[in-house]
């Protein structure tokens, strides 16, 4: 199988765990009022567990008038990691079909370069969900590997399609497909 054949079928399978990862369950948050959490629950006071997606927890802080925060993990956990594997699948179809260094190749380089700022908006959430008080638990669920697992491979896939290949000479901005 050649190598242009693979790194499409990682593309496709990158599609597969961004999808899981932005609609799966990321997180669970079982709030708790200290000692005093069986009072709270009989009160009304302390809420059920909930689980929340990426999408979900995007829609809720939106939904819930703040925008700035709902507008960034939008852009940086959502929309820029789906551009960047329509990017990714562009540069690979430039390349299957023998095109040199496109506008697509330039792309992935650039979206390349910040591929892990998604991971991290959503393990800064993870992070500032655990300081919630009264105990209250935040657990990690699979849709945040499957998050994380996206990431991770268009990092790869980036690296592997936008890097000189070393065939062609340092100087040539051919994409690379080994």
């Known amino acids: 199988m050649s190598r242009l054949r693979i790194l499409s079928i990682l593309a496709w399978a990158n599609h597969l765990l961004l999808g899981a990862g932005l609609f799966g369950p990321c997180m669970t948050v079982t709030p708790h009022l200290g000692h005093l959490d069986d009072l709270g629950r009989w009160l009304g006071l302390v809420d059920e567990p909930r689980t929340y997606s990426v999408a979900t927890g995007i829609l809720q802080l939106l939904r819930g008038g703040n925008m700035a925060v709902g ?27 023998g095109g040199g260094a496109g506008r697509a190749h330039d792309l992935a380089a650039r979206f390349g370069r910040f591929s892990m700022a998604d ?60």
């Open 71 to 97: 507008i960034v993990l939008l852009v940086f956990s959502a929309l820029f990691p789906v551009a960047k594997l329509v990017i990714l699948r562009a540069a690979l179809a430039d390349a299957r079909r």
């Open 119 to 178: 991971v991290f908006v959503l393990a800064l959430i993870v992070v500032v969900s655990k300081s919630f008080p009264g105990g209250t638990t935040v657990d990690v669920r699979w849709g945040a590997f499957a998050f994380a697992a996206a990431a991770l491979l268009s990092l790869v896939l980036a690296a592997r399609v936008s890097a000189p290949s070393r065939r062609d000479g340092e100087g040539s901005r051919a994409p690379r497909t080994a």
